[in-house]
């Protein structure tokens, strides 16, 4: 009996270790352009996974960052040169346009309470694209030189509404609060 009852909490552990591995894991994942990245890190939070290639001659980052999201939801991602968390952090945010466009721009997270509006970052950014297919979100870009080093902070959010083509308030469940971490682009 409490062979049986171990031999079957073993394989239902086994199956969930595998169907989480499967549904997460980034090293496999196909882009539907010709994009292809190196690296790739499956984030802990918001089934999100930031995928990219660094560049060491210019110093520059091409990223890739993907999260699972509704239409009418926004995806952000960003590095914080300054210190950990939120405020502070350089980020990439994407939603849909009332128009029915992705929109992607930069934005500054200067407070608590941003204006989410576009503005330059502290460091170079450009060939910001983004697309929605199969329920999920990407945010395409090149960032840098990294003149700070290849080791960064990065933040990750994602919330449910946009009003007026101005992402919202996000959630404070403790997914979206612990959606950060610690970066080397130089490993992976
Ligand atoms: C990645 O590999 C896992 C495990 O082998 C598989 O279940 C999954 O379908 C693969 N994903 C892609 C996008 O190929
Ligand atoms: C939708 O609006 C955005 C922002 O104003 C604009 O850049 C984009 O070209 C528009 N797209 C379409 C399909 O009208
Ligand atoms: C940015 O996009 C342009 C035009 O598509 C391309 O020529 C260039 O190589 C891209 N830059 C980087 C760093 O990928
Ligand atoms: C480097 O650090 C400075 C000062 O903290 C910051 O303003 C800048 O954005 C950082 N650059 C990069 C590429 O992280």
Same mark, same amino acid.
């Given at each position: 009996m409490?062979v049986s009852i171990?031999a079957s909490?073993? =394989?239902?552990? !086994? /199956?969930?270790i595998?169907?989480v591995?499967s549904?997460q894991?980034c090293?496999n994942y196909?882009? @539907? #352009? ?17 995928h990219w ?5 210019t110093?520059?980052?091409a990223?890739?960052y ?7 939801g926004?995806?952000?991602w960003?590095i914080?040169?300054t ?5 502070? =952090?350089?980020a !990439? /945010? ?5 128009n029915?466009?992705?929109t992607?721009?930069p934005?500054?997270? @200067? #407070? ?8 330059a970052l502290s460091f ?7 697309e ?9 870009a090149?960032v ?6 290849t080791?960064?902070n990065?933040?990750?959010q994602a919330?449910?509404?946009?009003s007026?083509?101005v ?15 610690i970066?080397?682009?130089?490993s992976?």
């Amino acid at each position: 009996m409490a062979v049986s009852i171990r031999a079957s909490l073993l =394989s239902c552990t !086994l /199956v969930s270790i595998f169907l989480v591995s499967s549904a997460q894991s980034c090293s496999n994942y196909t882009f @539907t #352009s010709d994009r292809v990245f190196y690296s790739c890190s499956d984030l802990p939070y918001l089934e999100a996974h930031l995928h990219w290639n660094y560049n060491p001659s210019t110093g520059k980052v091409a990223i890739a960052y993907r999260a699972k999201q509704k239409s009418k939801g926004w995806i952000a991602w960003g590095i914080n040169p300054t210190g950990r968390g939120m405020v502070g =952090s350089q980020a !990439l /945010v994407a939603f849909h346009n009332t128009n029915g466009s992705v929109t992607v721009y930069p934005t500054p997270i @200067t #407070s608590y309470n941003p204006s989410m509006q576009p503005e330059a970052l502290s460091f170079q950014v450009s060939n910001i694209t983004a697309e929605y297919s199969d329920n999920e979100m990407t945010i395409f870009a090149v960032v840098g030189p990294l003149n700070n080093g290849t080791l960064v902070n990065h933040v990750w959010q994602a919330g449910s509404s946009v009003s007026d083509n101005v992402p919202q308030i996000h959630s404070t469940s403790p997914p979206n609060l612990q959606s950060m971490g610690i970066l080397n682009f130089l490993s992976g």
